[in-house]
């Protein structure tokens, strides 16, 4: 069963950070494009950061310089790295997989999606 499991949300406050996980099971992450998407509270959901097959990676600009995606296929498993939170960071966190060689931060262009971790910035 093609899976992918999102893990390491919580709490934090701001100019925190915090690692998400991205696990993948049924399936080999190496020819996967990988991105990172969120959605906060009455917004529509908007891509964050996203790997390709090869390593190539791309941040959108609201996180540019603070998230940092990378990929192990050892472990079969995607990180990204939050550094410098915000409170505007605050929002579900989601994982999308596409078997493509490069990274996109088109929801649409995405097949498999994992079920969420809530990242919650506060003080």
């Known amino acids: 069963q093609v899976q992918l499991v999102e893990s390491g949300g919580g709490l934090v406050q701001p100019g925190g950070s915090l690692r998400l996980s991205c696990a993948a099971s049924?399936?080999?992450?190496?020819?996967?494009?990988i991105g990172w998407f969120r959605q906060a509270p009455g917004k529509e959901r908007e891509g964050v950061s996203c790997?390709?097959?090869?390593?190539?990676?791309t941040n959108a600009d609201s996180v540019k310089g603070r998230f940092t995606i990378s990929r192990d296929n050892a472990e079969n498993t995607v990180y990204l790295q939050m550094n410098s939170l915000k409170p505007e960071d605050t929002a579900v966190y989601y994982c999308a997989a596409d078997l493509r060689p490069g990274c996109s931060h088109l929801d649409y262009e995405y097949h498999y999606w994992g079920q969420g971790t809530q990242v919650t910035v506060s003080s």
């Open positions: 049924g399936f080999t992450l190496d020819y996967y494009a």
């Open positions: 790997i390709s097959s090869n390593g190539g990676s």
